[in-house]
């Protein structure tokens, strides 16, 4: 399988010293094989093999390398390991309260644990992440031209397209969902840092990445996205720039405007009446017709916590068990939510999954101080990220990241896949590398180019 063999030989890097092609596997199995290496072709799911890698450098980084203290995220890590304790404590309840095995806990509850990554990410040098932002963005700019011609085309260039396809069209252009995994960061990078690239070369990559998000046809990724690169050039105070990447980006709209107006204002997805809806409460129906899909991301998080909330407090505080929707008959004898996503084969609703919002899955499977606890830890870095985004652009682009996981919760469940914290993470790293050069700095009154608010990156 070749999922096994690039889980050992990412163990084998790791430990002979090469961590960048480590790292570069590793975030390539919690990129979903960037689309291209997909579950299928690996012969394991990448996300276990994300959590089986975790693991294994975990425990080698605990025995075999240097402890550090984490003097800039101490709290970080006090959080991470309270996770760590409510974790356990919630295995233990689904064993006890609903009787589950632990084979039936490893599949339901087994992604959250990627999360203490963060205790060896924490050792990764700068220059190593460095090389990993412009490998990332590259295979980004790869990924984006066979995406852009999938889109355009309806041909399979990207792997198992057939699996991520919707009949949700216009005008002819087909919506795909395997767009690359690391767009947003790419785009944000591209924009604000000119350290990785000659211009030329960035403008190139922009643009194409560019039309790669037009062709999601995501609304709220798309807006979203754009809503973040806009904040992002006022904080830099640049209105110059702030009008030449309005032009770019109404360069690369034009030719897919009749598809974003249909986007928005269509029928039964108009964005206007979905808000109405939302602000009306019409989420809070019983029978499942709504004005558009935020009322129904809405409502479908409404009845599970309205369940939840008539449940025992013990339920309220650990969820509906560590129990994926795979074991489906256990699943139907224990829920019967009527809002969710339907298999396309069976025509059942999923229970306790879903990929349209991320507060649906959190709140099943953690409960509401579980998912309070978890929601913590990307708050707390995307303050960190906030508080020190002056520090360097890659740190800015950390802050600008989050701020879009942010947007994009509502419209999708990327932030409830914890395998997406780990380039956070990697960038948290890094941030706390430079202040730890500034105040290396200052203590023995050097003055570092590098550790300045116009920092260049290394």
Same mark, same amino acid.
């Given at each position: 399988m070749l999922g096994g063999i690039l889980l050992l030989i990412a163990i084998i890097l790791y430990i002979k010293g090469n961590k960048r092609w480590s790292f570069l596997i590793f975030i390539s199995f919690c990129g979903s094989g960037f689309y291209i290496l997909t579950d299928n072709?690996?012969?394991?799911?990448?996300?276990?093999?994300?959590l089986l890698y975790s693991i294994c450098i975990l425990l080698y980084s605990h025995f075999y390398e240097?402890?550090?203290?984490? $003097?800039?995220?101490?709290?970080?890590?006090?959080?991470?390991?309270?996770?760590?304790?409510?974790m356990i404590l919630n295995v233990l309840f689904s064993i006890f309260h609903?009787?589950?095995?632990?084979?039936?806990?490893?599949?339901?509850?087994?992604?959250?644990?990627?999360?203490f990554s963060f205790f060896f990410l924490q050792k990764v040098r700068n220059s190593d992440i460095n090389w990993l932002i412009r490998c990332v963005i590259k295979i980004t700019f790869i990924t984006s031209i066979l995406y852009i011609i999938q889109c355009l085309t309806g041909l399979p260039v990207l792997p198992e397209s057939e699996r991520y396809f919707s009949n949700d069209s216009v005008d002819g252009t087909l919506r795909y969902y395997n767009f690359p995994p690391y767009l947003d960061i790419s785009i944000f990078v591209?924009? @604000?840092?000119? $350290?990785?690239?000659?211009?030329?070369?960035?403008?190139?990559?922009?643009?194409?990445?560019?039309?790669?998000l037009f062709c999601t046809q995501g609304r709220t990724f798309i807006v979203g996205t754009l809503i973040v690169i806009?904040?992002?050039?006022?904080?830099?105070?640049? @209105?110059?720039?702030?009008? $030449?990447?309005?032009?770019?980006?109404?360069?690369?709209?034009?030719?897919?405007?009749?598809?974003?107006?249909?986007?928005?204002?269509?029928?039964?997805k108009s964005s206007t009446d979905d808000l109405t809806s939302i602000l009306n409460g019409d989420f809070m129906r019983a029978d499942g017709q709504f004005s558009g899909t935020m009322t129904y991301r809405f409502a479908l998080v409404y009845e599970r916590m309205s369940y939840?909330?008539?449940?025992?407090?013990?339920?309220?505080?650990?969820?509906?068990?560590?129990?994926?929707?795979?074991?489906?008959?256990?699943?139907?004898?224990?829920?019967?939510?009527?809002?969710?996503?339907?298999?396309?084969?069976?025509g059942d609703i999923a229970q306790l999954s879903t990929p349209d919002i991320a507060y649906g899955n959190l709140i099943c499977r953690l409960g509401f101080v579980g998912m309070i606890l978890y929601l913590a830890i990307w708050g707390m870095m995307l303050f960190q990220a906030y508080k020190n985004k002056k520090q360097d652009t890659l740190v800015f682009c950390l802050f600008l990241y989050l701020l879009n996981f942010v947007f994009t919760s509502f419209s999708g469940a990327t932030i409830s896949y914890s395998e997406t914290i780990i380039l956070p993470m990697l960038l948290i790293?890094?941030?706390?590398?430079?202040?730890? $050069?500034?105040?290396y700095g200052i203590q023995y009154g050097t003055k570092n180019k590098?550790?300045?608010?116009?920092?260049?990156?290394q």
């Amino acid at each position: 399988m070749l999922g096994g063999i690039l889980l050992l030989i990412a163990i084998i890097l790791y430990i002979k010293g090469n961590k960048r092609w480590s790292f570069l596997i590793f975030i390539s199995f919690c990129g979903s094989g960037f689309y291209i290496l997909t579950d299928n072709i690996m012969g394991l799911k990448n996300q276990d093999t994300a959590l089986l890698y975790s693991i294994c450098i975990l425990l080698y980084s605990h025995f075999y390398e240097s402890r550090i203290r984490y $003097k800039h995220n101490e709290q970080l890590a006090k959080s991470l390991k309270l996770f760590f304790s409510f974790m356990i404590l919630n295995v233990l309840f689904s064993i006890f309260h609903y009787g589950l095995d632990l084979v039936q806990i490893v599949q339901g509850g087994r992604r959250y644990f990627i999360l203490f990554s963060f205790f060896f990410l924490q050792k990764v040098r700068n220059s190593d992440i460095n090389w990993l932002i412009r490998c990332v963005i590259k295979i980004t700019f790869i990924t984006s031209i066979l995406y852009i011609i999938q889109c355009l085309t309806g041909l399979p260039v990207l792997p198992e397209s057939e699996r991520y396809f919707s009949n949700d069209s216009v005008d002819g252009t087909l919506r795909y969902y395997n767009f690359p995994p690391y767009l947003d960061i790419s785009i944000f990078v591209l924009v @604000f840092s000119n $350290k990785f690239f000659r211009k030329k070369v960035s403008l190139l990559y922009l643009f194409t990445m560019l039309v790669a998000l037009f062709c999601t046809q995501g609304r709220t990724f798309i807006v979203g996205t754009l809503i973040v690169i806009l904040i992002g050039l006022y904080l830099n105070g640049s @209105f110059s720039k702030t009008m $030449k990447y309005v032009i770019l980006g109404a360069m690369v709209l034009i030719p897919f405007m009749p598809i974003l107006i249909e986007r928005f204002e269509s029928g039964d997805k108009s964005s206007t009446d979905d808000l109405t809806s939302i602000l009306n409460g019409d989420f809070m129906r019983a029978d499942g017709q709504f004005s558009g899909t935020m009322t129904y991301r809405f409502a479908l998080v409404y009845e599970r916590m309205s369940y939840l909330t008539n449940r025992p407090i013990s339920e309220q505080i650990f969820g509906m068990g560590l129990l994926s929707d795979q074991q489906t008959q256990l699943v139907r004898r224990m829920y019967n939510f009527q809002i969710g996503l339907r298999d396309r084969e069976t025509g059942d609703i999923a229970q306790l999954s879903t990929p349209d919002i991320a507060y649906g899955n959190l709140i099943c499977r953690l409960g509401f101080v579980g998912m309070i606890l978890y929601l913590a830890i990307w708050g707390m870095m995307l303050f960190q990220a906030y508080k020190n985004k002056k520090q360097d652009t890659l740190v800015f682009c950390l802050f600008l990241y989050l701020l879009n996981f942010v947007f994009t919760s509502f419209s999708g469940a990327t932030i409830s896949y914890s395998e997406t914290i780990i380039l956070p993470m990697l960038l948290i790293a890094y941030m706390d590398h430079e202040k730890e $050069k500034i105040i290396y700095g200052i203590q023995y009154g050097t003055k570092n180019k590098s550790v300045n608010n116009n920092s260049r990156l290394q």
